[in-house]
């Protein structure tokens, strides 16, 4: 398990600026190396950065199975990435959405995501 996937997300409170691509590299480099910063399109602010990850299953069940585990992960640590399930694939989006970027805290959720994830394997 990364250091980063030991560590608690925190609520994020706004009032707070994005990480700079700068400030994400380092972080970037501690979790999986499937992990990607991409830009989506947003109503409210034009563009935000989000990370993002697909995870591939046998089947439909397991990549299920998998979004189940990682929605239980995201309520105990009060941080819902975007899940998005289809046959044999759980896509996983995070971002903080009170700022509109990314901030520590949605890295250490993706940590958090390779170590369950794999846990379960």
């Known amino acids: 398990m990364s250091?980063?996937?030991?560590r608690a997300c925190v609520p994020c409170r706004g009032g707070v600026p994005p990480l700079t691509d700068d400030q994400i590299?380092?972080?970037l480099a501690q979790i999986?190396?499937?992990?990607?910063v991409v830009e989506r399109p947003d109503p409210k602010r034009?563009?935000?950065e989000i990370l993002t990850?697909?995870?591939?299953?046998?089947?439909?069940?397991?990549?299920?199975?998998a979004a189940v585990l990682v929605g239980e992960m995201a309520e105990e640590q009060h941080h819902h990435p975007d899940?998005?399930?289809?046959?044999?694939?759980?896509e996983v989006e995070?971002?903080?959405?009170?700022?509109g970027g990314l901030t520590e805290s949605d890295f250490i959720f993706a940590a958090k995501c390779d170590a369950l994830l794999k846990q379960a394997a």
């Open 46 to 48: 034009g563009t935000v």
């Open 53 to 65: 990850r697909p995870y591939r299953f046998s089947d439909f069940a397991q990549a299920l199975q």
């Open 3 to 6: 250091d980063l996937a030991a």
């Open 25 to 27: 590299a380092p972080l």
């Open 83 to 90: 899940l998005h399930v289809s046959w044999g694939r759980l």
């Open 32 to 36: 999986g190396a499937e992990w990607r």
């Open 94 to 99: 995070i971002w903080t959405h009170k700022i």
